[in-house]
């Protein structure tokens, strides 16, 4: 069974800085990835999905992601943190239900 | 597209009653989930249904939670003999199933759950 683990549960960063939230899976098949992200008072929406047709995956307000075989990994990084990225995001990988885990609070220091 | 709607966005009610909530999918998405989301927490999977049949129903849905879809369209989430640890976020998704891979899960906005 496909498992996915958030390394950490806070991240805070200064406006400007890197962003790297951690990801990783444990699966012997490829593993369809998911990063999903909730803004304060607002829905889930997905960021990016990985689906085995590119390793680098972009997706919304600036992120990316790489998806890693050799590492198990699936981190997903911004350049530059601006202060709206300030969410709660969350790792998964899914051929049914989600099972979201805690996620992973971002903050975004001015 | 008109996304994932959820009615009510909130609901109020006294401990011991009956609430009902409605998720419309988008339409053409076979898979329909329900979570429940706590203050600081992800959200909790609860049951999900491909087209009428309900698949899979996990253990906090205790007896006095029921689910349907009977028509493989809209589903409802009734809550019975409420209780104040039932005040939560519900939140409906809706996804396409092609072969065994889901596709992305799209979210409702949620009912807010007020147990008084």
């Known amino acids: 069974a496909q498992s996915v683990t958030q390394l950490g549960s806070h991240v805070s960063v200064s406006e400007g800085a890197l962003v790297l939230l951690r990801c990783n899976y444990s699966?012997?098949?490829?593993?369809?990835l998911f990063w999903y992200v909730q803004y304060p008072n607002q829905g889930l929406q997905l960021l990016l999905k990985?689906?085995?047709?590119?390793?680098l995956v972009k997706g919304i307000n600036g992120f990316e992601a790489e998806f890693k075989k050799s590492e198990t990994s699936f981190h997903l990084t911004k350049p530059s943190a601006h202060m709206s990225d300030a969410a709660e995001y969350f790792c998964d990988g899914a051929n049914s239900k989600l099972t979201f885990g805690k996620g992973i609070t971002l903050s975004v220091r001015p | 597209d008109t996304g994932v709607s959820q009615d009510p966005r909130h609901k109020i009610t006294k401990r011991g009653q009956n609430v009902t909530f409605r998720c419309d999918p988008i339409s053409e998405h076979n898979r329909l989930y329900w979570y429940r989301q706590t203050l600081g927490q992800g959200p909790e999977f609860l049951t999900y249904?491909?087209?009428?049949?309900?698949?899979?129903k996990s253990r906090l849905l205790s007896d006095r939670f029921s689910a349907e879809r009977p028509k493989g369209s809209f589903s409802t989430l009734e809550i019975q003999r409420t209780e104040q640890g039932d005040s939560a976020m519900y939140l409906c998704?809706?996804?396409?199933?092609?072969?065994?891979?889901?596709?992305?899960?799209?979210f409702g906005p949620g009912t807010r759950l007020t147990v008084l």
């Open positions: 249904f491909q087209n009428e049949a309900q698949l899979e």
């Open positions: 990985y689906t085995s047709a590119a390793t």
């Open positions: 998704a809706s996804s396409l199933q092609r072969g065994w891979v889901a596709d992305t899960q799209y």
């Open positions: 699966s012997s098949v490829p593993p369809y």
